[in-house]
């Protein structure tokens, strides 16, 4: 992003009011969010509620309400308000509740990390690029006088911002499948993973204050209110909203310490700095993988000596379906929740600015469904140490 590009985007963000509105939701029936295509018999779910789910229950809820989609509609659900994911939440004794986020890929933890607690993390992205080259073994201690010697290695889950691990519970469902006429079709049993009910969802729809006082207003989000999402709605995927907030929209950071991490990234990394896509993240031209192009920014997977740090991302596959057209959407290319890439800060006049406007409007492709979710320099990458599993509550 050129110097140009981020006093743009730094006028961008003065004048467009956003505010978030935070909606905690608690899970009262099971939830299938179809991940991908079934293997064999079995479905498997997402961990977590995607923004599109959420988008679309809660334009259904309105063309329920309202009539047919009209230019308010397109507003609303098309283009202003973004719909991040909804992912399990903890409560945090200075702001409520916070949502997980997706472990990052420059993380590595000892391959034996459950005898380790809590188990030290390294995270590649703070260290020397020629670090995680070298052959490093983990010199925890099992016991008093035994190393652990142990192999570093990545790992999936999700974390707290604090760094406490944090895991989602799933069930089974099994299900018959239906003929033509409704009635269940012999030997045709399959099985669903689901989130299980009982836990608690955090999600944060982003946009102008009066968009989504009136989404607020038009689908009734108030405490108790109902939405279903996922798989198998009529009997599954009932969500009832247990707390809803509208505050103005600040950074992730409090901006003199945002502004000091910059600095201190740019200063150790040849004027970059670290995006970490707490979402899916759609490309607009994936064939570049791994050499892309995001939002005006060259991200490059790149060596030392005047190109930024390795990056650490996968790649993914986007599928969806458009219910209201009754077809499928079109397959997209993406890069996987906690991917770890460079952003060239250091031609940014004004830095914190322009980290404001990318943590304010996302990076890629369809946004309003909650793709696109980026940090900068996310206070996942100065936590040490992280603490066992725990169930959440």
Avoid at 260 to 274: I, N, Q, Y
């Amino acid at each position: 992003m050129t110097g140009t590009e981020a006093e743009a985007a730094a006028v961008a963000v003065a004048s467009y009011p956003c505010q978030a509105l935070d909606l905690l939701f608690e899970v009262t029936e099971p939830a299938v969010m179809g991940d991908g295509v079934p293997v064999g018999n079995t479905v498997t779910t997402l961990e977590y509620i995607p923004g599109s789910a959420l988008r679309g229950a809660m334009a259904a809820s309105w063309v329920a309400s309202s009539g047919s989609p009209d230019a308010t509609f397109a507003r609303l659900f098309e283009s202003e308000v973004r719909f991040l994911d909804a992912r399990v939440a903890r409560p945090e004794a200075t702001s409520g509740w916070s949502r997980a986020k997706a472990v990052p890929m420059s993380w590595r933890r000892c391959k034996y990390a459950s005898a380790h607690e809590p188990y030290e993390v390294r995270d590649l992205s703070q260290e020397p690029p020629s670090a995680s080259r070298e052959p490093q073994l983990c010199a925890q201690h099992i016991d008093k006088d035994k190393p652990c010697g142990g192999s570093w290695v990545a790992w999936s889950g999700w974390v707290q911002p604090n760094g406490e691990e944090i895991t989602v519970a799933t069930c089974d469902l099994t299900r018959t499948a239906l003929g033509p006429d409704g009635t269940a079709l012999e030997s045709q049993l399959f099985t669903s993973s689901a989130i299980e009910p009982g836990q608690l969802f955090a999600t944060r729809l982003v946009g102008p204050a009066d968009a989504l006082e009136r989404l607020a207003s038009a689908v009734w989000l108030d405490r108790g209110r109902e939405l279903r999402v996922g798989r198998g709605r009529s009997v599954a995927g009932a969500l009832e909203v247990r707390d809803v907030s509208l505050a103005p929209l600040g950074p992730s950071s409090d901006p003199d310490q945002l502004r000091t991490r910059l600095e201190e990234s740019m200063e150790r990394s040849g004027g970059f700095v670290p995006l970490y896509f707490a979402s899916r993240v759609v490309l607009q031209d994936p064939s570049l993988f791994p050499e892309i192009a995001i939002s005006s920014s060259r991200v490059v997977d790149g060596a030392e000596g005047g190109h930024p740090p390795p990056s650490y991302c996968g790649r993914t596959t986007v599928k969806g379906f458009n219910a209201a057209q009754g077809i499928p959407k079109n397959e997209d290319v993406a890069l996987q929740a906690g991917s770890v890439v460079w952003w060239d800060a250091g031609h940014a006049e004004d830095p914190v600015a322009a980290a404001a406007a990318l943590e304010t409007y996302g990076v890629g492709l369809r946004r309003v469904e909650g793709f696109g979710e980026v940090e900068v320099c996310t206070d996942l990458h100065r936590s040490a140490r992280v603490a066992s599993k725990v169930r959440p509550g």
